[in-house]
Structure formats: C-alpha cells, structure tokens
C-alpha cells in the first residue's frame, strides 16, 4: 500500500456506491487495487437486484477475486470501499486472503444514518475486531473524516 493515493480509491469506491444506488440496489461500492496501484476489479451492491442476501460490494466482489486471482496475489492487494465491511464481508475478505482493507466511513457512522431501517441492520462490530479474531495480520485503515460528507452524500434520502 505504499504511497497510494486513498482518498482517489476511496472517491472512485463512493461512485461505484452511486451507480449501485441507480441500478436499485443500496449504495455501497468497493474496488481491489493491485500493489503497483491499477484498478482489478470494481464492485457495487446487488443484494436487491440479484435477491441476494449475500450481494454486499466486498462479498461480491471477493467472489470474483478469488475466480480470477490466487491467495499469494491477492494478499499483497487492497480492497477500498466506501463504507467499512460488515462482519459477513470482513469475513469473505478474509477467507479471500486480501491483506489490506482502506475504508471510507464507520459502520457505526452507518448505523446512525440507517437507524432501524430493515434493509440494513448494521452490526456494531468492526471490521478490526473480526480481523482480530483471525490468524493472519489484514491491515485495515479507515474511516477517513474527510470525505465521511461524500459518502453520507450518497445514502442521502436512501433510508428514509
């Protein structure tokens, strides 16, 4: 992750959350990034689309991951996305093998904007703790407080 621009990654995850929104799904969004910095692959939610349950950006996009790329690969490269990882996505970037997870915004930041909204009941459980849990070090950076306002910007009017 040396050197890498986050907020760039970050903005470009914000408006694949954007589009996902568009396509009628919840706006998540989330990009793997390879150790010279190219784009791999670009992932938004489709959990409502696809009636998936388990149709999260990083989930999804970790299935093709890891169709795509070995696990040596992909631990030298970084998953970005706009909001942090539940504990399902923080699970499947695990088992993928991913070595490093740059996120926007908390998912506590996330609860108080969904509130009780069904079609999101957040955990309170960060992704560092699920990470914690296992027997490999993922690095994890996040959230960035700069750019919370543009990712709020793209669930506004979303969960009410």
Known sequence: ????????????????????????????????????????????????????????????????????YSKAFLWDCTLYTSVEPCAMCAGSIYWGNVGSVVYGMSEKKLLEITGSNEQNPSFDLPCREVFARGQKPVTVIGPFPEIVDEVIAAHEGYWT
């Not at 190219?38 to 349950?53: A, F, H, V």
């Open 1 to 68: 992750m040396g050197g890498f621009d986050h907020l760039f990654y970050l903005r470009r995850a914000i408006e694949i959350s954007k589009a996902a929104r568009a396509a009628g799904n919840t706006p998540f969004g989330s990009l793997l990034v390879d150790k010279e910095g190219n784009i791999l692959l670009e992932q938004g939610n489709i959990e409502i689309t696809e009636s998936n349950c388990t149709g999260h950006a990083e989930t999804t996009l970790m299935e093709a991951a890891s169709k795509k």
